[in-house]
């Protein structure tokens, strides 16, 4: 059976026309992933900026339209948020915050980055600026949710898989060799290679800034079982 757990992608590119971006290459995007999410899917679009959702609705049936955005940011994501009703309490948050993603938008515009030390979950999530034309990408702690991303001149890419980065075609994606070395004697990628060249991994327990063709990746959360 196929695995159905919902699905995130998204593109700041500012070489492409916004409406090329959102119904070519994201919807596209969404399409190679539909499976993951095949009760709705969402897209939007903030100048060079096109990300969407592919959901599987188990929660919050009516009311867990992803992406979701207010006037500074727009987030997305894949997981679930074991206490978020806890935290709408905690907050005192209003009574419209009736989704986690909504939940998350919420905390993080109260607590930015530091959001992640409130969350119990397992998420793959994404935040877009609008104000900064920032992109921030968030992964659970055990990195239970595949989190992917591509970095080049004036482009970032992300999605819950790679194929979702591969069909944008904004490189020729060759298989990275020296991956494949490692998973021939390892069983695995190293790090946060993957088997193709360029396209990596967002380590669990990681968040990553994307803003100015810079990338920063921090981590959040030390696990203490890896010595």
Known sequence: EL???????????????????????CQKMLDMIFYRGPDE???????????GVTRLSIESLKNGTQPVENNKYILGFNGEIFNYKELIKKYNFSKTINSEAKLLLELFNLKNENFTKEIKGQFAIFIYNKHTEEVLLFRDRYGIRPLFYYSGKNVFIFGSEIKTIVSTKVEDFKIDQQSFENTT???TNILNTTAIKNVFSLEPGNYLKFKNNKIIVKKYFENPIIL
């Open 41 to 51: 899917n969402k897209i939007i679009n903030h100048k060079d900026f096109s990300c």
């Open 3 to 25: 695995n159905k757990m919902c699905g995130i992608a998204g593109i700041l590119d500012k070489r492409k026309r916004p409406d090329i971006l959102k119904n070519k290459i």
């Open 185 to 187: 004697m390892f069983w």
